[in-house]
């Protein structure tokens, strides 16, 4: 497993922007592939995007197709998302999380390492 911190969460306005950073301990991220989740209370956990562990296959959940993007950054065990246009409805908790496969996943099940999550709130 790889530890997992999340940052860059926040309040922001509707059509607002914000970049939320994963941070993952260990010499093999390079070896995981990552993902986003979010969660509101009372709702499931749902997959938002996801990356493969060389980046070059991507995931996106419809609701946020062309607004956010996935990326990483292998030499600085790094994953981002940008969340651009951002909406009321995507106010959530947001958590990165990494599973043991090359490819990019939107199953919940599939990952076996979580951070702590990040919350973003945007305002109407």
């Known amino acids: 497993q790889v530890q997992l911190v999340e940052s860059g969460g926040g309040l922001v306005q509707a059509g607002g922007s914000l970049r939320l950073s994963c941070a993952a301990s260990?010499?093999?991220?390079?070896?995981?592939?990552m993902g986003w989740f979010r969660q509101v209370p009372g709702k499931e956990r749902e997959s938002v995007a996801a990356?493969?562990?060389?980046?070059?296959?991507?995931y996106y959940a419809d609701f946020v197709k062309g607004r956010f993007t996935i990326s990483r950054d292998n030499a600085t065990n790094t994953v981002y998302l940008q969340m651009n246009s951002l909406k009321p409805e995507d106010t959530s908790v947001y958590y990165c999380?990494?599973?043991?496969?090359?490819?990019?996943?939107?199953?919940?099940?599939?990952?076996?390492?979580w951070g702590q999550g990040t919350q973003v709130t945007v305002s109407s």
């Open positions: 990356t493969s562990y060389g980046g070059d296959s991507t």
């Open positions: 260990g010499r093999t991220f390079s070896r995981y592939g």
């Open positions: 999380a990494a599973h043991r496969g090359w490819y990019a996943s939107a199953t919940f099940s599939a990952y076996d390492s």
